[in-house]
């Protein structure tokens, strides 16, 4: 059995706001070592639960947080920019399932930190379905016949994977305040929880379907102001939606939708706001 895993860090036991998840912040240094604690309980869980090899893919920011270090010997770790498939590079068809950890909600929905990728984007959509980064990641997972067995985050980054995945197990490690305040489990408290999530959700294997992504898919991305728009339509195959801010490219399949997306998010993200 082998099991892969995203960590992203918004959605991290006791993260609440940018000083957290932002390098050159006060909080950074403290929360990538919960971060690697975090990956750490459900690493040993799976392997102590059967798992034969388990990949995880530093999927926050510059990908570059987790502390090699301190994680399970036994783990590879996928680590660095630049990604050709970002949260979810590695990830194939030879994997029994996958885990989300450190998750949080899609932009313009209530949640701790809640975005898409970039703060600049307000919504994503495969044909007219809102995802986010996990709704996205979810897809691809799919397009490998790979489900989603764990999701671990926030409330609403739960709630958010309870929608889109039918019966998939999660863990709630904080409950949502605002966008930058959370009520939180300890780490201590967290990493209970995460063990017996993750012994439950790989008992649980049979019962996921992989979310299977549409065939030839539209991209759809609003972003915050029409720079950003204009920015992203430089990608050859796009064309923005008339008196919108919405940039939409159709794509052969998930794999090339998702790389779509990393190209326009970059582009967008060469906007000056003066």
Not at 119 to 127: H, K, L
Not at 133 to 140: P, S
Request: glycine content about 6%; aromatic content about 6%; some cysteine.
């Amino acid at each position: 059995m082998k099991l892969y895993i995203s960590v992203d860090m918004e959605g991290i036991t006791g993260l609440a706001d940018h000083t957290h998840v932002d390098s050159s912040k006060h909080n950074y240094d403290r929360s990538r070592l919960i971060m690697t604690e975090e990956a750490n309980q459900v690493i040993s869980t799976a392997f102590h639960e059967g798992c034969q090899e388990v990949l995880v893919n530093d999927s926050h920011s510059k990908m570059n947080n987790l502390l090699i270090e301190k994680l399970h010997p036994e783990t590879k770790l996928i680590v660095g920019d630049v990604k050709p498939y970002s949260m979810v590079q590695g990830l194939d068809e030879t994997y029994t399932g996958a885990m989300f950890i450190g998750y949080h909600a899609r932009a313009s929905m209530p949640g701790v930190m809640s975005h898409s990728m970039i703060f600049g984007v307000r919504n994503m959509y495969i044909n007219d379905t809102p995802i986010g980064e996990m709704g996205f990641n979810a897809y691809v997972a799919g397009y490998y016949g790979v489900p989603v067995l764990l999701v671990a985050g926030d409330d609403r980054a739960a709630m958010e994977a309870e929608q889109l995945i039918p019966n998939i197990t999660t863990a709630i490690v904080k409950e949502t305040i605002s966008r930058s305040a959370v009520k939180s489990l300890t780490p201590i408290k967290a990493g209970e929880l995460l063990k017996e999530k993750t012994a439950l959700a790989l008992k649980n294997k049979d019962q996921i379907q992989p979310l299977t992504p549409p065939n030839h898919p539209i991209l759809r991305i609003e972003f915050a102001n029409y720079g950003q728009a204009e920015w992203a339509h430089l990608m050859p195959g796009t064309e923005i939606e008339e008196n919108t801010t919405i940039v939409r490219y159709q794509a052969k399949d998930i794999l090339e939708a998702y790389r779509a997306m990393l190209v326009m998010i970059e582009l967008a993200m060469r906007t000056s706001f003066c």
